[in-house]
């Protein structure tokens, strides 16, 4: 079972998003923020990250960068789940490593077309 | 509604757009029929369906068929048939047209224009390999509520996140506040026109490729065949033909066939090929027994 961690710090969009993927036969975890999800990449590393941009201590752009540059920097497969839907978040996202980049609001097909995409499902 | 009216809708439908209704479909026609008769301020359907049946009112009858067409599609939908298109087809065809370097592509039931750019992306994707050719795609569809938002290439956030790839929006979109806009270079590689499959297209010429996806699900098998045949009279022998996930050639005509290891991939079954004149497409192993 391929596993997918939801960073976010909406306790109801993780709620919506773990339902989501766990509909496609992913193991879920979460974290809140950027912080929470690097320690928990550096204990066990999903396949998979669902990733917010705004979030508090560390946002998620921060996050994508330093974990990029960490061991292992190309895993896991990183997929920008967020409100901010300009071109120039879009690109700053790619150059930073992101994999897909899902723009808010988002729905079932959305981001299951999306991680079929990056090969997940 | 009156039987009597649905009965004569059906019919009506059938022969203008080939559209097949049976009598559960009802509810559906109402729905879709309802904001004409108020458009044109009708007392109801039964004087929608008395204007239909003098039949003087062009416009009506262009109205009737487009309302009851459904327009659903993708960006790179169903994905595979973009991979064979870029993996298998197009490297034998610009082996087998590198002399004419032209080659033209049909997407006959275009919608609202994410099949052609899609095609469009897969070519820009190789345009290192297209240098110096000439390529023609073709989107037609019968209805012009579709073709217009096809032409504008303007989409929402919705739509561009339904298939298409990040890196694409980011390299062949443009932002426009809310949506998203193919980018003037892709739009110049679509022509968009408005055909009815039930009529004679062969004034669009001929094709290396034809993508006739989701829209003959709609028809009855006769009319199926009979689109089927017309169009490989548009392929050149080794003319290729992409058809929906729910389609097939088998069982309606003998002059397509599936080509070996390509789901949804078709091509043409001429004289020559059965008697097995070397064609651009040989090394792909023809499965015309099949259909015999
Ligand atoms: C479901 S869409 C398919 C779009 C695209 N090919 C795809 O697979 O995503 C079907 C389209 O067929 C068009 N259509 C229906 N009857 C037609 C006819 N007789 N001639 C041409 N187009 C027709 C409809 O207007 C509609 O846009």
């Known amino acids: 079972m391929k596993s997918c961690l939801v960073v976010d710090d909406s306790r109801v969009i993780r709620k919506v998003a773990r339902q989501i993927l766990e509909d496609l036969r992913f193991e879920t975890f979460e974290a809140v923020d950027g912080q929470e999800a690097l320690n928990i990449c550096r204990n066990r590393m999903p396949d998979a990250i669902l990733l917010d941009w705004n979030m508090p201590v560390m946002n998620g752009i921060d996050f994508l960068r330093q974990r990029r540059l960490e061991k ?13 839907n300009d071109i120039k978040h879009i690109t700053e996202a790619i150059q930073a490593g992101a994999n897909e980049y899902i723009m808010k609001p988002f729905d079932r097909e959305i981001i299951e077309t999306k991680f079929l995409e990056v090969g997940l499902v | 509604m009156k039987p009597a009216d649905f009965e004569f809708l059906a019919s009506f439908l059938k022969s203008t757009s080939g559209l097949v209704i049976g009598p559960d479909k009802m509810y559906l026609v109402e729905s879709r029929l309802m904001p004409i008769v108020r458009k044109r301020n ?5 004087e929608l369906v008395n204007a239909l049946r003098i039949g003087k009112d062009v416009a ?4 009737v068929m487009e309302a009851m067409t459904t327009n659903e599609s993708f960006f790179f939908r169903d994905k595979t048939p973009f991979n064979n298109l870029r993996n298998e087809v197009l490297p ?3 082996e087998a047209r590198k002399n004419q370097r032209q080659l033209r592509i049909w997407s006959a039931a275009a919608s609202t224009g994410q099949e052609p750019y899609t095609v469009a ?11 110096g050719w000439r390529t023609d795609i073709v989107g037609t569809d019968i209805s012009r509520e579709v073709l217009e938002k096809a032409r504008a290439g303007m989409y929402s956030q919705f739509e561009v996140q339904r298939g298409l790839p990040i890196q694409m929006l980011v390299k062949y979109f443009k ?6 806009q193919g980018d003037s270079s892709l739009r110049a590689m679509v022509t968009l026109k408005e055909a009815n499959l039930l009529t004679s297209f062969s004034g669009l010429g001929t094709f290396d490729i034809i993508f006739c996806r989701n829209v003959l699900i709609y028809f009855e098998q006769a009319t199926k065949k009979d689109i089927l045949e017309r169009m490989a009279k548009q392929m050149p022998a080794d003319g ?3 058809l929906g996930a729910a389609e097939t050639v088998i069982g309606l005509t003998d002059a397509l066939a599936p080509l070996k290891g390509l789901r949804g991939v078709y091509t043409k079954v001429s004289a020559e090929s059965s008697m097995a004149k070397p064609s651009a497409l040989a090394s792909m192993p023809i499965k015309a027994a099949a259909s015999r």
């Open chain 2, 175 to 180: 932002q426009i506040g809310e949506m998203w």
């Open chain 2, 92 to 94: 034998k065809l610009l």
């Open chain 2, 240 to 242: 290729i033909l992409f």
């Open chain 2, 121 to 131: 992306m897969v070519l820009k994707e190789m345009a290192a390999t297209f240098q």
């Open chain 2, 60 to 63: 009506l009858t262009q109205d």
């Open chain 1, 72 to 84: 292992g920097g190309s895993s896991p497969v990183v997929v920008f789940c967020t409100t901010e």
């Open chain 2, 42 to 46: 009708l007392p109801g359907l039964p």
